[in-house]
T-cell receptor, first 109, second 113 residues
Framework: GQNIDQPTEMTATEGAIVQINCTYQTSGFNGLFWYQQHAGEAPTFLSY??LDGLEEKGRFSSFLSRSKGYSYLLLKELQMKDSASYLC??????????WGAGTKLIIKP | DAMVIQNPRYQVTQFGKPVTLSCSQTLNHNVMYWYQQKSSQAPKLLFHYYDKDFNNEADTPDNFQSRRPNTSFCFLDIRSPGLGDAAMYLC????????????FGPGTRLTVL
């Protein structure tokens, strides 16, 4: 079966750095997406990785290791508005997105 | 400017009373998706359209139907909503199927009484 694993919940402090991990086992691989979802709202696109390495986009960075089936999302200089769920999704060989259940990130002052 | 629009944002229906949710897009994307998402769960793909080609997920109940009359609009029909169908329904679009980013609408939260 296909599976995406990410922690259910994480807590961090405003101004700090947090790393959200995602591991996956899928039938093929055509890229990995990270989405942010605030409570009661739709997911919004954060990043896409298809090659190994780190992609940096402002305060957010995403890393991929295809050989390990592993990715992480790194959030720097945390702000209260970063409190949200972060969803990892992998596109499999049939170009279907396999979604993780999301990591709820709680930011404390 | 809104690119993927869903109406209504909140929908209340009665058990067994048909309901239709709508989605429109201004991106001229080829692919439109409908997802169901329950609290603290991953979005679950119900079906998608690649242009006019309809693709139903194997485990999508027959109670759920969809229509795409043109490129811009897509509808989700729930023929006889049950209490278990209460969820957020998300519409998404992508330019193409292969590796393209999906852009989501704001969602419709469905309550079944």
């Amino acid at each position: 079966g296909q599976n995406i694993d990410q922690p259910t919940e994480m807590t961090a402090t405003e101004g700090a750095i947090v790393q959200i991990n995602c591991t996956y086992q899928t039938s093929g691989f055509n890229g990995l997406f990270w989405y942010q979802q605030h409570a009661g709202e739709a997911p919004t696109f954060l990043s896409y990785n298809v090659l190994d390495g780190l992609e940096e986009k402002g305060r957010f960075s995403s890393f991929l290791s295809r050989s390990k089936g592993y990715s992480y999302l790194l959030l720097k200089e945390l702000q209260m508005k970063d409190s949200a769920s972060y969803l990892c999704a992998v596109m499999d060989s049939n170009y279907q997105l396999i979604w993780g259940a999301g990591t709820k990130l709680i930011i404390k002052p | 400017d809104a690119m993927v629009i869903q109406n209504p944002r909140y929908q209340v229906t009665q058990f067994g009373k048909p309901v239709t949710l709508s989605c429109s897009q201004t991106l001229n994307h080829n692919v439109m998706y409908w997802y169901q998402q329950k609290s603290s769960q991953a979005p679950k793909l119900l079906f998608h359209y690649y242009d006019k080609d309809f693709n139903n997920e194997a485990d999508t109940p027959d109670n759920f139907q969809s229509r795409r009359p043109n490129t811009s609009f897509c509808f989700l029909d729930i023929r006889s909503p049950g209490l278990g169908d209460a969820a957020m329904y998300l519409c998404a679009t992508s330019r193409d199927r292969e590796t393209d980013t999906q852009y989501f609408g704001p969602g419709t939260r469905l309550t079944v009484l």
